[in-house]
């Protein structure tokens, strides 16, 4: 599935009321072909998803300026987003590459895949 479509999937997905007491920035990079970068604002219930363009060294400007970086392969990313395999034993086996408050990132579940098992 393209970056592109696993970003419009993920806002269908989101979860305000799980995620009222949240305030973070995120940095999502999904690596392979039709890729990119997204910053990810979560604050208060609201969800905003800015497409970082990468030809102007802007993700390295916007990485200091996350609260958390997360980097995975789209084909990874495809099997998290179907249940294939949970968000938790991705980030255990290097899969999901988390940088910064591993914290913020686990908070990302219940707000994207609730329903989904954390701990498989």
Known sequence: MPAVETIEELRKR????????????????????????????????????????????????????????????????DLIMTGRMSAMTAALSGVLAIEGELGLAMQLVPIFFEGQAPFI
């Open 14 to 77: 989101f979860k305000p009321e799980n995620a009222r007491n949240l305030s973070a920035t995120y940095l999502i990079t999904i690596r392979g072909q039709g890729g990119g970068a997204w910053l990810t604002r979560i604050a208060d219930g609201a969800l905003e998803f800015t497409l970082i363009d990468d030809t102007s060294n802007q993700v390295d400007c916007v990485s200091k300026q996350a609260d958390c970086l997360i980097s995975v392969d789209g084909e990874d990313l």
